[in-house]
C-alpha cells in the first residue's frame, strides 16, 4: 500500500478485527498498541510474551515484516514477535496468515502438551 489516508484505515480496521479475534481465543488483554512512540513496540500487545504486527498490504515482504516485528519486541523487551499479515480478497481475520521464524514455530510447538 502506498501512503495516504485510506490505507491507514484499513491497517486500522485490520488491527482491531486482529485484536477482536485474538480476544476471542484467549487471550483477553490484547489490544491495540499506541501509535508514535519512537521505539515501536508492534501492533498488537497483551498476546503472552510476544508482539504482533499487523500488515494489510498489496505487496508481500516477509523479511522486511519479520526484521521489523524482531526489532519492536526487542523495544518491548519480549522474546517472541510474529507477523499477522491480512490475504487478500479474504475478509474472514481468522485466515489471514500468521508468520514466525523456523525456530519460534519450533519453540511454540514444543510447548504443545
Given at each position: 500500500?502506498t501512503?495516504?489516508?485510506?490505507?491507514?484505515?484499513?491497517?486500522?480496521?485490520?488491527?482491531r478485527?486482529?485484536?477482536?479475534f485474538?480476544?476471542?481465543?484467549?487471550?483477553?488483554?490484547?489490544?491495540?498498541?499506541?501509535?508514535g512512540?519512537?521505539?515501536?513496540?508492534?501492533?498488537?500487545s497483551?498476546v503472552?510474551?510476544?508482539?504482533?504486527?499487523?500488515?494489510?498490504?498489496?505487496r508481500?515482504?516477509l523479511?522486511?515484516?519479520?526484521?521489523e516485528?524482531?526489532?519492536?519486541?526487542?523495544?518491548a523487551?519480549?522474546?517472541?514477535?510474529?507477523?499477522?499479515?491480512k490475504?487478500?480478497?479474504?475478509?474472514?481475520?481468522?485466515e489471514?496468515?500468521?508468520?514466525?521464524?523456523?525456530?519460534?514455530l519450533?519453540?511454540?510447538?514444543?510447548?504443545?502438551?
Amino acid at each position: 500500500m502506498t501512503g495516504g489516508a485510506s490505507p491507514r484505515r484499513k491497517g486500522s480496521a485490520f488491527e482491531r478485527s486482529v485484536v477482536a479475534f485474538l480476544r476471542d481465543n484467549g487471550f483477553p488483554q490484547a489490544a491495540r498498541t499506541l501509535a508514535g512512540a519512537s521505539d515501536d513496540r508492534g501492533d498488537i500487545s497483551g498476546v503472552g510474551n510476544c508482539v504482533v504486527e499487523c500488515k494489510c498490504a498489496a505487496r508481500i515482504d516477509l523479511a522486511g515484516w519479520l526484521a521489523e516485528a524482531r526489532l519492536e519486541a526487542e523495544n518491548a523487551g519480549l522474546p517472541r514477535f510474529a507477523v499477522v499479515a491480512k490475504r487478500r480478497g479474504v475478509a474472514d481475520v481468522a485466515e489471514s496468515y500468521a508468520v514466525v521464524p523456523l525456530w519460534l514455530l519450533a519453540e511454540l510447538l514444543r510447548e504443545e502438551p
